[in-house]
């Protein structure tokens, strides 16, 4: 029976036995506690009974001289007559009075509350004498002793009570005053007694404690250090509480710890196979100083060491001699304060050949942090590197012919715009001038020579988009605003071929597209125009606004002859024109370079058509919500200006022409002739325009962006930091079409771009603007 309580015992969970062992001497000291508050009670009853008798006490003492004062106080009043005898007898009415009512309420004892029953009357009827005697306002000496001898046997009777009223309670105070003394003692007592149990009870639960719990832990913590050593546990009891299962997972543990040494030296000779079957990188390590001490076959293979020839010898023997000693030291160094270090460089292998080798080192470290050595991987990339130098020369060949292809490009830009700014130039100055019979002819040339221009800027731009250099800028614009724009751009063409172009569809004012503007409007105007061009009269054309999630597709509609399906595979390749009418302008450039730039923009551009009912190319961009809000001015533009309203006065002033095509000069030389008045000076080189500007101030500067001595940009920048033409309008003329170049103009303090060739209605309202007209 004893045995199976033990078990129970031993298996009961600690959180059970504490609760026990701490539960005992805890009910010890409360049955202490107990105790002592009971005590502690009687005492304080005891100690008030004492306070309460010595109350009485003097409350008796109280009324017996109050009486006394009062009746000293009313016998000097009448025999004096004077009232500073009356105060005492005043006061001693209501203090007897309060006297009384607390004896009332503090005499407990029976005998000592006959006694005050038997004053109270005694008491009253000596005050209501005194107020008598007070009020007789025809009392004499011999009338006051009278009434004080009648009353001495009430005075007599006063006294006795009084006086065995105080004897009672000198009884009481004295048995009182014993039973708080016995009571104290006994609360001493008690509490000793508390204090011993309290001792004894824990005691009690340390010695049941070290020898349930203690002793099971200190043999659980030898059997740690024995696992820590690596010995064989002992045996550890079959008990099932926390210390117990300890016990049992400790000697769990340690089998398990065995069985993983085992599975860890297997793992570690699986790994050393592993490390020698590896040939394509080096793996060996080094100790804290930089010597070999371990090798694989893939770092025989590659610096050419045997495992014997190697092992001691110091890494740096794989260095080139001039980096040694201090390229070795300081790879272990920062490998060293950072954990690893990487690194390509030249190698050494032992015939004395070189490579190029990828190099890791890592810094190895034990459970407290001490530096053990250091691991080091190396691989032979020398083809690698061999193909990444083949391959950045050639990039460098592709960037090199790519930056020579743009500069032909803008080379041939220049060179190509340059003589048609003459021919067209001079067109329009003929066409201006020409009888009404000629200006067929001059219409030939000048339809001819723009459509040379649009093929060149088509041409161009192609080339920039497969050379990647076409600047976009991407942002949201109102599709409303956009659309009715080139609508009123195409309407003379459509009216002079005689077709209708339909009203543009509802749109909601913030439905907006998200592109390049100017790109995006190029793409419009040249669906518009193949759909007005390849049209058939009468007919019209329309334009179709649809939603698909978060992308917007806009559609260019005709009632045209349509395309055959096995001709839409061929529609988008530059210069085909699949057998088109000769008569009707084109180059075959616009579907391709639109659809290019669509592609360039995230957009794409499909064609559906049927033939003898019309054709439909669909564009579609993302997406975007905006707010309308008018576009603000370009600052620099081509568009003819409104012209002031010519005045009665020749306008007077100085031009100043920096250009060096003779052609092009001759063409501004003609056109100043039809503003008399205007004096032209003018320049083939930058430094000398700059000169001419600095002597005649000119009201107005004519600069070419490509001059023979210096760039056209560094012209008009040292024109701009000059304070004579700080302010001086620079109109700035270029074959250079580009964004790039626009903004870059503008930027440095351009005030208007022109383009060649020269719109000669813009050139003209240039000058109008630029010089007022005299008073």
Known sequence: MRRLQAQRWADLPLRGKALLVISLPLVVLLLSLVLIYITERQTAHAEEDVRRVLRVQRDIQAVHTLLAEAAGSVRGYLLTRREDFLPSYRTAGPQIESALHRLDSNVRDPRVREQLNAIKPLIAHKVDGLEAMLNDREATAESISAILISNKHILDALRQHISTMLRLEDSLLAERSKAAAETRERLLLSTWLAAVCGLFGAIVAVLFLSKGIVARVQNVQRNAQRLALGHPLLPQPPEHDEIGQLGTRLVEAGLLLSERERALRDNEE???????????????????????????????RIKGYTEQEIIGQHFSVFYLPEECPQHPAMALREATRNGDYTEEGWRCRQDGTHFWASVVITAQYDGTG?????????????????????????????????????????????????????????????????????????????????????????????????????????????????LQECLTLVSPMAADAGIQLQPLPALAPDLGIVADRQRLTQVLLNLLSNAIKYNLRPGHVSIEVTLHGQRIGVSVCDTGKGI?????????????????????????????????????MGGTLQVHSQPGIGSRFTLELPLVRVQETQRPGAAVSDAPLARPAPGTQAIH???????????????????????????????????????????????????????????????????????????????????????????????????????????????????????????
């Open 270 to 300: 699986r790994l050393r196979l592993i490390i020698d079957g590896v040939k394509d990188y080096g793996i060996f390590a080094l100790d804290t100083a930089g010597h070999v001490t371990s090798w694989n076959n893939g770092a025989e």
């Open 370 to 482: 001490a530096l053990r050595g250091f691991s080091k991987i190396t691989r032979d990339i020398t083809d690698r590197r061999a193909a990444e130098i083949a391959l950045r020369t050639a990039r460098e060949e592709a960037e090199r012919a790519s930056r020579a292809k743009s500069e032909f490009l803008s080379r041939m830009s220049h060179e190509l715009r340059t003589p048609l700014n003459s021919i067209l130039g001079f067109a329009q100055l003929l066409e201006m001038d020409a009888p009404a019979a000629q200006k067929a002819n001059v219409g030939h040339i000048l339809r001819a020579g723009q459509h040379l221009l649009t093929l060149i800027n088509e041409v161009l731009d192609i080339a920039k988009i497969e050379a990647g250099r076409l600047p976009l800028n991407i942002e949201p614009l109102p599709l409303a605003g956009v």
């Open 564 to 600: 055959a399906a096995g001709h839409l595979g061929q529609l988008f390749k530059p210069f085909e024109r699949l057998g088109a009418d000769p008569t009707v302008e084109g180059s075959g450039l616009g579907l391709a370079l639109s659809k290019s730039l669509l592609e360039k």
């Open 653 to 775: 002033g100085k031009v100043l022409c920096i250009e060096d095509n003779l052609a092009s000069l001759a063409l501004i030389e003609t056109l100043l002739q039809r503003r008399p008045g205007i004096k032209l000076l003018s320049s083939m080189q930058g430094q000398l325009g700059l000169d001419l500007a600095a002597q005649h101030a000119p009201q107005l500067i004519l600069l070419d962006v490509s001059l023979p001595d210096i760039d056209g940009l560094q012209v008009l920048q040292r024109l701009r930091r000059a304070p004579l033409t700080r302010d001086t309008p620079v109109l700035m003329l270029t074959a250079d079409a580009s964004n790039l170049t626009r903004t870059a103009l503008q930027h440095t303090g351009a005030t208007a771009v022109l383009n060649k060739p020269i719109n000669v209605p813009a050139f003209l309202a240039h000058l109008d603007q630029y010089f007022p007209e005299p008073a």
